[in-house]
């Protein structure tokens, strides 16, 4: 009889705790993008935090970890063995992420391909990053990520970020708005550390100052107002934050025994052991103690920096890296399970292309955009089916352009180049349809350069087609008004003043498609033009670029929107920054020298100036801003500055296994890569 | 019957009269013609040569961007025919071509033959215009500028009157493969040579010295040849190759090449030379010239050269085809002649992509040219060897 | 001895005169490349949507003591390679270069010396074969295939070689080590894995090297068999492989060791573009990067003179064995 009993009480208890672990409260729905499951969408698109998914979709929530954890938090040296349940690891205010496609299966390595150590990374660094926003997969709408909100004041001048309570870095310590001020004062402008702040930190010059307001509180007061700035942290690699508990004890100004600590691990003194670890640079990707101090690392107390990002380097060598999953990850699925699904990943370095492109049709990565060209997708397309993996050709946003030396040192030159006709002539005799067709199999986008890409809506669309019909006679007519004249009768015209013009056309293949060189150099000469046409090393066509020495130059160019309210180098001469493309050298002396030296710009070249640094104050979506913006856009491209050829889509390669993977609507660096598409949703499924 | 007998009996004394009486030259070459392989390799270089110099009149096409096909890239060969389906046609044909290209083809252009559409092929057609004295020297001052064009013609060996005739194929942009092989044999063997002419002026001055005098120059000279040797010559030359100034000529970029690779060659050739003037030093005609009062100008240019000048020959034809070889694998890496001037390793520049081998293989055919043209050069070296090695008569 | 010694010392000195040399030159034409060191690696970070200026460039390049003037920098960086050992950091990749080239230096000597052996091997015999054959189908056939390795320019072949087993194979046969060994530390397994991928690029580079050694044999023993010795040799009764090791061979053998060192050289300066494609990990390949991709004129330069130095070695080794060898020269010395 007693027996019966107690089977019956273990069946019972058994009956209970099954039931208690799957209704009691109800457990949260597997709502995803592709199915709601009726949750009501939250104050942000696709995502929710904790007390607002659990109050829209009636539930508790209750988290789980990665069975695995264990074992990948071992081989992070540096962190304790005992690693706590996942309820103490997260937040308590988790953020919340409602995959793609489905809830994702925890397991795999992820393969991936980058140049070298700091050469190509980019695509790899943003599949792990973190910052305090991002962008939504619509390239428009900011979202929170480490911060659970934000506010600005009414003026721009003050955005304060609300962080989460319980977030932890990736070795189990408390992360708190100390860190972002750490962060901004102690590294960002220190000149031991940075020796000239970046201007991503600075506002007009001018330094911001961080308050910490509580420990989950932090406010930047601005000097001037920038609205800007809140973009920045959507779009940039450079990270708020670093780890106050670990750098700060190594950093002089923090900690009296800091050399002293850093001797003991045989380092010169404690700015050596910041470097060893930060590398002194925002980027991601450069070499930790495991490579830059492989002789000291051992005495060190972790091989590298603690972080916020979904993955942690384990190894680092000159072949690759290799990391492992964060158990701090702050982020959930909708059921509840810690993010990220993907326990490794691995990243082999290639630095030739062919290589890459065999490895790749060979199905041995996983993911890969960032250095993938047009040329190649023939190859990548057919081979689809054979490797198991999807090719998406998405729209790069640079634009191939072409500029006129208007500063050029031989005057006679000058005169030419600097004669609007000349530039509209030279618009007008490129085919680009026909370059379309050939050079981009007929997918590019033939475009004049307005600056911005993708053209705001409040710009008008006319702008975008100013001047890319393909018309010789207009051209060659336009050059008779100017003077130039075949005199010779070799078929080429000369100078209006008798001398023999050749247009050296020297470019690098970084940063334009030798094909299209090629192509403009013929047309350029079906219309009396002579032009030479020569590849260059990068290093040799920046230094040519420098020293004044081009007659043409060619690269590629245009940012969005976003990053044009940060950043007022294309309006500015010399209208690119060092290693983009540099126009009218002599118009930017004058303007760092207050006009002691270099060539007066013209007027429409002021006003491009006062333009974009009234634009960067004025309100987004104001009046004013829209009618700043016009200007600005109509000065830029009627002036042809630099003149457009064509918008040219490349290739996206994802292995299909790789799943929740969303269709990126650009192939573009410019909103850091894969960033808005939720990469640490991504799971394997073999 | 007589008369035969008496023919044979005076070829025979004839023969012999010959054989004691040839100069040297004559006896190389008659121990040359004896060797099979030599011949054979002699006639494919000759032949080669021959289609290198005349390669402009056997190209349909200019070689360069300009004498491009739009119509037609990374075109497979065509092959005339003399028969088909449609019946025989004494004068060779190629089939007319379209083609066609989108998303569905992966972007590749799919060319469909028309089989209907015969293409003729016609000979000694007008084409495009070549000189074969063409110099074009920008010199400082106007007045000095020399701007020659001779012996210009415009005929060409075949053409076809539709369309266009691509033995070998096209490449990526459109250029004929087979007139740019014609053209890149010819530099490659233009480049070569010159640097083999440039090293055997430098390995005869110092090598002659340092064998001739002996001593502490000597000493001195080995030791610079061999550090010159000693030094790793492609990244050297890569490091070279990089400061070449931007504005200059093909033309210069070549010349300067091929004098590299003559700044290259040198020590070994040094070496060899020094070698021959040190045995040959201690030779009693030596001694005697001297003990005549010839001078050391007079010994060594009438006496001593010509005593090796058969191995100097032969250490030359050995010589080129690595000089052609390295000057191959620097222009493969982009360092070396460019368009217009490109030769065999430019070429050869375009296969190292895995698009190409997979798909356009024809990108190789300059290959089988370069190793024919390579191999003949060094049978011909062997041959030439084996001949004018004295020792060889007694193998025979 | 003392004559012995002082014929190493002199052998030294002039070693390390060429050595001194080298390194001038090499610092020189790093110079010669237009940009520097600064500007390149800021370059090679490629940040856009950020400013960055002249200035910028200058405050990395005082960074760097790129600002010193020109001899200046040469004298220290050859006084701290040739008294401390110490090849500084890497322009690009910002690694102590020393770390950097450690266990990769013994990577590509190996395949060196691998491929080098390798073409003495085939070379030694097919020469010998080739001077006394009297088959010429076989002699011409022998030669045929090892000139054709001289023809067949070695990159290429890699690269057919690369593709075709990616083509047919499915998998790409590069690296040097496969993915389990990649970052373990040395044991006899990762030497084994080592072997099973390094047997190709050795075998190409051996096969072009082959050629030039066996052209040198084969005139070698050519000039040799018909001397007065070997046919005295043969009257007394001495003959077949006997005679061929015994006299002529032993003596063409001379010059061969005499150009070991410049066999090397050559090696050398095809192994950078093989391994390049074939993506070996070593320090050829590192070379072809810092000179044609990045620039990078630290790591360009250090290579550049290890290589020099390692062949300077060699001949330094090979000048007194020979002298050893060569009973004139052993007499004179030894006493």
């Known amino acids: 009889m007693f027996w019966y009993k107690l089977a019956g009480a273990g069946l019972l208890s058994l009956g209970l705790l099954f039931s208690t672990g799957t209704t009691a409260l109800a457990s949260c729905p597997a709502a995803t993008v592709a199915d709601m499951k009726g949750v009501k969408a939250g104050k942000y698109p696709q995502q929710f935090e904790l007390s607002e998914f659990e109050r829209n979709a009636g539930c508790k929530m209750t988290f789980q970890g990665n069975p695995d954890i264990a074992k990948l938090n071992a081989k992070i040296r540096g962190n304790t063995r005992n690693l706590p349940p996942v309820e103490q690891r997260l937040p308590s205010e988790p953020l919340i992420y409602a995959p793609y496609d489905s809830i994702g299966k925890y397991g795999g390595t992820l393969d991936v391909l980058s140049n070298a150590t700091e050469a190509g990374t980019s695509d790899f660094l943003s599949v792990r990053h973190v910052n305090l926003v991002r962008y939504l997969d619509d390239l428009t709408t900011i979202v929170p990520n480490v911060a659970k909100d934000w506010k600005w004041n009414s003026d721009f001048t003050q955005l304060t970020f609300y962080l989460r309570k319980g977030h932890k870095w990736s070795d189990g310590h408390p992360f708190t708005a100390e860190d972002v001020k750490f962060w901004y004062d102690h590294l960002a402008l220190d000149p031991k550390i940075m020796e000239k702040p970046k201007d991503y930190v600075m506002v007009g010059g001018k330094r911001m100052t961080v308050e910490v307001i509580d420990p989950q509180t932090v406010r930047f007061n601005l000097p001037a107002p920038k609205p800007g700035l809140l973009a920045h942290f959507a779009f940039s690699f450079a990270q708020g934050f670093q780890p106050k508990h670990f750098l700060g004890k190594y950093h002089p100004d923090l900690n009296p025994d800091a050399d002293k600590l850093a001797k003991q691990a045989g380092f010169e003194n404690g700015l050596a052991v910041i470097k060893a670890y930060y590398g002194n640079s925002d980027w991601t990707d450069t070499p930790s103690p495991l490579l830059n101090a492989p002789d000291k690392v051992a005495k060190l107390p972790a091989d590298v920096i603690p972080t916020l990002e979904s993955h942690i380097y384990i190894t680092d060598t000159t072949e690759g890296r290799h990391l492992v999953a964060n158990p701090y990850f702050h982020i959930v699925d909708t059921q509840g399970n810690q993010l990220p699904y993907i326990n490794e990943q691995d990243e082999v370095y290639k630095n030739d292309n062919e290589i890459r492109i065999l490895t790749l049709v060979n199905g041995e990565a996983d993911y890969k955009a960032q250095s993938l060209q047009l040329s190649s997708a023939p190859m990548l397309l057919e081979n689809q089916e054979k490797g198991d993996y999807t090719i998406y050709l998405k729209p790069e946003i640079t634009l191939s352009n072409m500029s006129f030396n208007v500063t050029h040192p031989d005057t006679d030159k000058r005169k030419v180049f600097a004669d609007l006709r000349f530039r509209q002539a030279m618009s007008m005799a490129i085919n680009r349809d026909e370059i379309n067709d050939v050079a981009l199999f007929g997918q590019g986008t033939p475009k004049q350069y307005t600056g911005f890409s993708p053209l705001p809506d409040f710009v008008d669309k006319k702008w975008e087609s100013y001047m890319i019909d393909y018309n010789p006679g207009k051209a060659k007519s336009l050059l008779d008004q100017i003077g130039m004249k075949d005199n010779d009768g070799d078929g080429f015209r000369e100078l209006p003043s008798g001398k023999k013009l050749v247009l050296n056309m020297n470019f690098s293949t970084q940063g334009i498609d030798p094909q299209i060189v090629e192509m403009v150099g013929q047309n350029w000469a079906e219309v009396g033009i002579q032009t030479t046409v020569k590849e260059v090393t990068p290093d040799e066509y920046r230094s040519a670029q420098s020293s004044n020495q081009l007659d043409v130059g060619m690269w590629r160019s245009s940012q969005p929107l976003s990053i044009v309210m940060g950043n007022n180098e294309l309006w500015v001469p010399p209208f690119e920054n060092y290693f983009g493309h540099r126009t009218g050298m002599l118009w930017a002396e004058y303007v760092d020298s207050n006009g002691s030296k270099g060539v007066k710009p013209p007027a429409y070249v002021m006003q491009l100036i006062d333009d974009v640094n009234a634009f960067q104050s004025s309100p987004i979506g104001s009046a004013e801003f829209k009618r700043l913006g016009q200007r600005m856009v109509k000065n830029m491209t009627e002036n042809l500055l630099k003149i457009g050829i064509a918008q040219k889509p490349a290739p996206i390669y994802r292995k299909n296994s790789l799943k929740n993977f969303v269709e990126f609507k650009t192939h573009s660096y410019e909103y850091y890569r894969t960033y808005p598409y939720r990469a640490t949703q991504w799971y394997l499924d073999e | ?396 | 001895m003392i004559k012995f010694l002082q014929f190493i010392m002199i052998r030294a000195v002039m070693s390390i005169v060429t050595l001194l040399i080298v390194s001038f030159i090499v610092f020189s034409m790093m110079e010669l490349v237009p940009g520097n060191c600064a500007e390149r690696y800021i370059a090679f970070k490629n940040t856009q949507g950020q400013n960055i200026t002249i200035e910028d460039i200058q405050a990395e390049e005082r960074r760097l003591g790129l600002d010193k003037p020109y001899l200046i920098r040469a004298f220290t960086w050859m006084g701290n390679v040739f008294f401390q050992g110490k090849f500084g950091d890497s322009c690009i990749l910002r690694l102590n270069i020393n770390h950097l080239l450690s266990d990769k230096i013994w990577l590509s000597l190996g395949m060196s010396i691998g491929a080098l052996l390798l073409s003495y091997v085939l070379a030694v015999p097919i020469g010998i074969y080739s001077a006394v054959s009297r088959n010429p189908i076989a002699n011409n056939t022998v030669r045929f295939i090892s000139y054709l390795g001289l023809a067949l320019p070695s990159f290429l072949f890699a690269l057919m070689i690369m593709l075709f087993t990616t083509v047919y194979f499915g998998e790409s046969m590069s690296g040097l080590f496969s993915k389990e060994y990649r970052d373990a530390a040395w044991s006899y397994a990762k030497f084994m894995d080592f072997l099973s991928r390094a047997w190709l690029p050795i075998l190409i580079l051996g096969w072009a090297a082959t050629a030039f050694a066996l052209q040198t044999v084969r005139a070698l023993m050519l000039d040799e068999i018909d001397k007065l010795y070997v046919t005295a040799a043969r009257a007394r009764g001495i003959f077949g492989r006997n005679l061929l090791w015994r006299y002529p061979a032993r003596h063409s053998l001379g010059p061969v060791i005499n150009s070991i060192g410049f066999d090397l050289n050559r090696i050398f300066s095809e192994l950078p573009v093989v391994a390049l494609i074939m993506t070996l990990t070593e320090m050829g390949s590192l070379l072809i990067d810092a000179l044609a991709f990045s620039n990078d004129q630290q790591l360009a330069g250090a290579i550049l003179v290890i290589l020099t130095a390692t062949i300077v070695l060699i001949n330094f080794i090979t000048d007194i064995i020979l002298a050893l060898m060569d009973p004139r020269v052993r007499q004179g010395l030894l006493g």
């Not at chain 2, 010959?18 to 011949?39: G, P």
């Not at chain 2, 010349?255 to 690779?261: C, P, Y």
């Not at chain 2, 050995?318 to 030769?343: H, K, Q």
């Not at chain 2, 992509?353 to 024809?362: E, I, M, S």
Request: a positive charge; hydrophobic letters at 45%; one cysteine or more.
């Open chain 2, 1 to 396: 019957m007589g008369f035969f007998f008496n023919k044979n009996k005076k070829s025979d004394q004839q023969l012999k009269e010959a054989y004691f009486t040839a100069s040297q030259v004559e006896l190389i070459r008659s121990r040359f013609k004896s060797n099979k392989t030599a011949m054979v390799a002699g006639w494919i270089l000759t032949i080669l040569i021959l289609m290198g110099f005349f390669s402009e009149f056997l190209s349909p096409y200019q070689p360069t961007m300009a004498g491009r096909d739009k119509k037609y890239e990374n075109g497979p060969p065509q092959i005339p025919k003399f028969w088909d389906e449609n019946g025989f046609s004494f004068r060779p044909f190629i089939y007319g071509t379209k083609r066609e290209r989108s998303i569905k083809t992966n972007f590749r252009w799919v060319v469909t033959v028309d089989r209907e559409d015969r293409r003729y092929l016609r000979f000694f057609v007008d084409g495009w215009e070549y000189s074969y004295i063409d110099l074009e020297w920008d010199l400082p001052g106007e007045f000095f500028d020399v701007d020659v064009q001779a012996l210009t013609f415009s005929t060409h060996l075949f053409g076809v009157d539709k369309g266009g005739i691509h033995l070998f194929g096209t490449d990526k942009s459109g250029k004929d493969i087979y007139s740019r092989t014609l053209l890149a044999i010819f530099t490659s063997l233009k480049c070569g040579v010159l640097g083999v002419f440039i090293a055997f002026v430098l390995a005869l001055i110092i090598g002659g010295i340092s064998g001739y005098y002996g001593g502490w120059l000597d000493s001195f000279l080995q030791m610079v040849t061999d550090a010159i040797r000693t030094v790793p010559q492609v990244p050297l030359f890569m490091a070279l190759a990089a400061f070449l100034p931007q504005e200059w000529s093909a033309e210069a970029v070549f010349f300067v090449i091929a004098t590299i690779l003559g700044f290259i060659g040198w020590p070994t050739l040094a070496r060899r030379i020094r070698t021959h003037v040190l045995s040959e030093r201690s030779q009693d005609y030596i001694l005697a010239a001297q003990l005549c009062g010839a001078s050391s100008g007079h010994i060594i240019r009438r006496h001593l050269l010509p005593s090796f000048t058969s191995y100097i020959i032969i250490d030359l034809m050995i010589t080129f085809p690595y000089m052609v070889r390295l000057e191959t694998a620097l222009s493969f890496i982009g360092l070396g002649l460019i368009d217009p001037v490109s030769s065999l390793g430019s070429l050869m520049q375009n296969v190292s992509k895995a698009d190409v081998l997979l798909n356009y293989q024809w990108y190789f055919i300059p290959v089988l040219f370069f190793i024919t043209f390579i191999l003949a050069v060094v049978f011909v070296g062997d041959g030439l060897r084996d001949a004018a090695d004295p020792n060889m008569i007694k193998k025979k």
